[in-house]
């Protein structure tokens, strides 16, 4: 084989290879897009606005951290309130 041929059957090889690689990504791509209607049509179903999901997160957030310091302090006081009877 000459040294064009050769080069002809890498290049096409080259090609074979490229095209196997962006029906791949393009695979991956469609799985992604469906999953992402999934999930924004699950915030829906949950009244949740799929734009406005990081104020949300956010609040959440701000809601359990409070709730956390809540329980802390009722622990805190229970444990003060305790005291004096576990260390008998």
């Known amino acids: 084989m ?3 041929g050769k080069k002809y ?3 096409r090889k080259r ?3 490229l095209e196997s690689h962006r029906q791949r990504l393009q695979g991956k791509r469609e799985a992604a897009a ?3 209607d999934k999930a924004r049509q699950e915030c829906l179903d949950k009244k949740i606005d799929p734009d406005k999901i ?3 997160i956010a609040q959440l957030e701000e809601k359990f ?3 956390v310091a809540e ?3 009722e ?3 229970m444990e003060q309130a305790l005291k004096p009877f576990l260390n008998r």
Do not use: G, P
Request: proline letters at 0%; charged letters at 40%.
């Open 2 to 4: 000459t040294d064009l």
């Open 9 to 11: 059957e890498k290049e």
């Open 65 to 67: 951290e409070k709730h």
């Open 75 to 77: 622990n805190d006081a």
């Open 54 to 56: 990081d104020v949300i």
């Open 34 to 36: 469906l999953a992402l």
């Open 15 to 17: 090609r074979n290879e």
């Open 71 to 73: 329980i802390t302090a």
